[in-house]
């Protein structure tokens, strides 16, 4: 662990060091509250230990501080005191130290508190592991690894409000395979996921680093194309479109003999500065027109 020890008293900060290495930590000094809060940003320590009386930031205003910032990893807070009172631990307590250990310090105590940090801390970084495992599954499709619509409507979000604040255009893209009921009639569901899987590799081989590729729904996909203009959104989602026929998957009860996708886009714009969910109802909208125009297209939605 790292350990950052906080003292006035130089005394009490040499047996306090010489106790944090003699368990094995690194350990950071400070001589005041001030040094301990720039060294506590710049290095983020596991563990910190601070005197409560100290010039500058005093320990209570230092765990008050620790404990207003929003970080991914839990600090254990020990707080140093010459003050034994049930009112001065509480008051510790209640500013957000875990333990408190009384002075003049007893290096075996403080190796034992240092013990269980070590543990608190290392369930702690367990549980923020989890916890980032958890999210990332709960906004990706299973099935293509792509994006779900979860993640989609938090990026939509994002992006919708600052291009509504530097007046940048981006488009969306409502992509949907081709017969795909069909395709699964004729080969099955386990050939209709792989064939899925296929078209949303050839998506997100096709699109640029910057854009965004979503699993909709069902057999249909979403792409999100920032800084991009509505001709210039059609001439990339037609080579997507040829991108997705580059990969001859054979299906018997398409016109064309193979796999095929249509896709609809609508675009936002200085003229037309409609929200997200009206967005994407004109791009479902332009491509329904491209099924009933005759499916392997793409069409512009109307604005």
Same mark, same amino acid.
Request: charged share 25%.
């Given at each position: 662990m790292k350990v950052l020890?906080?003292d006035d008293?130089?005394?009490?900060?040499?047996?306090?060091?010489? #106790?944090?290495?003699r368990?094995?930590h690194?350990?950071?000094t400070?001589?005041?509250?001030d =040094?301990?809060?720039? %060294?506590?940003? /710049?290095h983020q320590?596991d563990?910190?230990?601070?005197d409560?009386?100290?010039p500058?930031?005093?320990? %209570?205003? *230092?765990?008050?501080?620790?404990?207003?910032r929003?970080?991914?990893l839990y600090?254990?807070?020990?707080?140093?005191?010459s003050?034994?009172?049930?009112?001065d631990?509480l008051?510790?307590l209640?500013a957000?130290?875990?333990d408190?250990?009384?002075?003049?310090?007893?290096?075996?105590?403080?190796?034992?508190?240092?013990?269980v940090?070590l543990r608190?801390?290392?369930?702690?970084a367990?549980l923020?592991?989890?916890?980032?495992?958890?999210?990332q599954?709960?906004?990706t499709?299973?099935?293509?690894?792509?994006h779900?619509r979860?993640k989609l409507a =938090?990026d939509?979000e994002q992006?919708?409000?600052?291009?509504q604040?530097y007046?940048?255009g981006y488009?969306?893209?409502m992509c949907d395979?081709?017969?795909?009921k069909?395709?699964?009639?004729?080969?099955?569901h386990?050939a +209709?996921? %792989?064939?899925?899987?296929?078209?949303?590799?050839? *998506?997100?081989?096709? #699109?640029?680093?910057?854009?965004?590729?979503?699993?909709? +729904?069902?057999? /249909?996909f979403?792409?999100?194309?920032?800084?991009?203009?509505?001709?210039g959104?059609?001439?990339?989602m037609e080579r997507a479109l040829?991108?997705v026929?580059?990969? /001859?998957i054979?299906?018997?009860?398409d016109p %064309?003999?193979?796999l095929?996708?249509s896709a +609809?886009?609508s675009a936002?714009?200085? =003229?037309?500065?409609a929200?997200?969910?009206?967005?994407?109802g004109?791009?479902?909208?332009?491509?329904?027109a491209?099924?009933?125009?005759?499916?392997?297209?793409?069409?512009?939605?109307?604005?």
């Amino acid at each position: 662990m790292k350990v950052l020890v906080a003292d006035d008293d130089p005394g009490s900060l040499l047996v306090a060091r010489a #106790a944090v290495e003699r368990s094995g930590h690194d350990c950071l000094t400070a001589a005041d509250g001030d =040094e301990a809060w720039a %060294l506590y940003l /710049e290095h983020q320590p596991d563990v910190v230990v601070t005197d409560w009386m100290m010039p500058g930031m005093d320990g %209570l205003a *230092l765990c008050r501080a620790i404990r207003g910032r929003k970080a991914d990893l839990y600090t254990y807070i020990v707080m140093l005191t010459s003050q034994g009172s049930r009112d001065d631990v509480l008051a510790g307590l209640e500013a957000g130290a875990d333990d408190y250990v009384t002075k003049p310090l007893d290096p075996f105590v403080l190796q034992a508190r240092l013990l269980v940090a070590l543990r608190v801390t290392t369930l702690h970084a367990d549980l923020a592991h989890y916890r980032k495992v958890l999210a990332q599954q709960a906004r990706t499709d299973p099935l293509t690894g792509l994006h779900n619509r979860l993640k989609l409507a =938090e990026d939509l979000e994002q992006l919708h409000a600052r291009s509504q604040r530097y007046t940048e255009g981006y488009c969306v893209a409502m992509c949907d395979v081709d017969n795909f009921k069909s395709y699964n009639d004729i080969y099955g569901h386990q050939a +209709g996921d %792989l064939a899925l899987r296929a078209v949303a590799g050839a *998506l997100v081989g096709a #699109a640029r680093k910057s854009d965004g590729v979503y699993r909709y +729904g069902g057999e /249909e996909f979403l792409l999100v194309l920032p800084n991009q203009s509505q001709l210039g959104a059609k001439a990339f989602m037609e080579r997507a479109l040829n991108t997705v026929r580059d990969l /001859e998957i054979v299906h018997s009860g398409d016109p %064309l003999g193979q796999l095929t996708l249509s896709a +609809g886009i609508s675009a936002f714009t200085a =003229e037309h500065r409609a929200d997200a969910d009206t967005l994407l109802g004109e791009a479902d909208a332009a491509l329904y027109a491209a099924k009933a125009a005759g499916r392997n297209r793409v069409e512009l939605a109307l604005q």
